[in-house]
């Protein structure tokens, strides 16, 4: 049997699936099988894909339209390996990016998912200047609130923990079923993000969740937002829409919202038994960062409501309101430090 599955959803992809398929057979770790899954596709998918099925190089399964998420789901149902990777039909991966993510994963028993920094490349495969994610690497977990960190393409997932837990992707959650995976995982064990580029997204136009010149669309965010309420508890903050990924809150009741849900996520990640004494001072910074963060980009919004003291005071960590009254010297330099890693 395989040790990796790798699973390549279809929907009229004639323009770029060989291309995609050849990512895959020019990789550097073998042990792997190929499982496409054709959900309705009425272009020259099949035909383009006849050839690979012909020589048993692809596990071919069509059906009729039902979605990517459910295409996924029909794909695990028809995988044998071990661990599981996607790869969409626009997408490519780089030559090492099974054996890097396989050699961590094999490391620890309680990592989930591995995944790394993605390119993006453009419909005629030239590189675009964007990396994601931007900063975040090792356990991140923590991280997954208020976006995605994690791309489908370059994730590699342990099976076992789908299907001891019965997680599965949902359709009404797409095209960020996917973030909503990744949320329902974060508390089954760790989820490791590798540093480096294995993997280029292509942006053509037709992404289910990018527009060109514009980002994340919006109706992506709202159903990250969906996701986020429903496995995590936190507040709809859907109406932000694209100012929120810009850190841009509307009303001083946002504010209050957002802490009272980083409280809360604080509380829940730092209980989880498979998180290392760093991983949960990471947590305790990170929210706390990411609450600073949101002050320094609407301090409009805090002049009548609220003191910088106060809003230093209601962070998880005591040293920094300690440390304002003490010197304000010192208070910039932590300014510096945490507006840089959030």
């Not at 272009?43 to 050839?51: M, N, V, Y």
Request: aromatic share 14%; proline share 3%.
């Amino acid at each position: 049997m395989p040790k990796v599955s790798v699973m390549i959803p279809v929907y009229n992809g004639e323009n770029f699936i060989k291309e995609s398929i050849m990512s895959v057979l020019a990789q550097t770790y073998t042990d792997y099988e190929i499982i496409v899954i054709n959900d309705g596709s009425t272009d020259k998918s099949e035909k383009i894909l006849t050839p690979y099925i012909k020589k048993g190089i692809i596990r071919y399964f069509y059906q009729d339209n039902q979605g990517f998420a459910n295409a996924k789901n029909r794909a695990i149902r028809e995988s044998e390996g071990e661990y599981i990777a996607w790869l969409d039909y626009d997408d490519v991966w780089l030559p090492n990016r099974l054996s890097k993510t396989v050699n961590i994963m094999d490391k620890d028993k309680n990592t989930v998912v591995v995944g790394s920094y993605c390119g993006y490349i453009d419909e005629n495969g030239k590189k675009l200047p964007l990396v994601y994610p931007y900063r975040e690497k090792g356990v991140i977990n923590f991280y997954l609130f208020p976006r995605n960190k994690i791309m489908t393409g370059s994730a590699l997932i342990r099976k076992s923990v789908l299907l001891e837990n019965d997680l599965w992707f949902e359709q009404q959650f797409f095209p960020a079923d996917d973030y909503h995976m990744w949320l329902k995982l974060s508390f089954h064990g760790k989820m490791i993000i590798i540093p480096e580029i294995l993997y280029h997204y292509r942006i053509h136009g037709n992404n289910s969740s990018i527009e060109p010149g514009v980002g994340i669309n919006k109706q992506t965010i709202r159903k990250h937002w969906q996701a986020a309420k429903e496995i995590l508890g936190v507040s709809d903050y859907s109406h932000l829409h694209c100012n929120f990924w810009k850190r841009k809150i509307l009303s001083y009741s946002d504010w209050i919202n957002l802490q009272k849900d980083a409280q809360k996520l604080y509380n829940l990640y730092k209980k989880l038994s498979f998180f290392s004494l760093i991983d949960k001072i990471k947590i305790s910074l990170y929210y706390d960062a990411f609450l600073w963060s949101i002050y320094l980009k609407n301090k409009d919004i805090f002049k009548k409501n609220s003191s910088i003291l106060e809003v230093i005071s209601s962070l998880n960590n005591p040293a920094l309101y300690f440390s304002f009254r003490l010197t304000k010297l010192f208070i910039k330099k932590m300014e510096n430090f945490l507006y840089a890693n959030c």
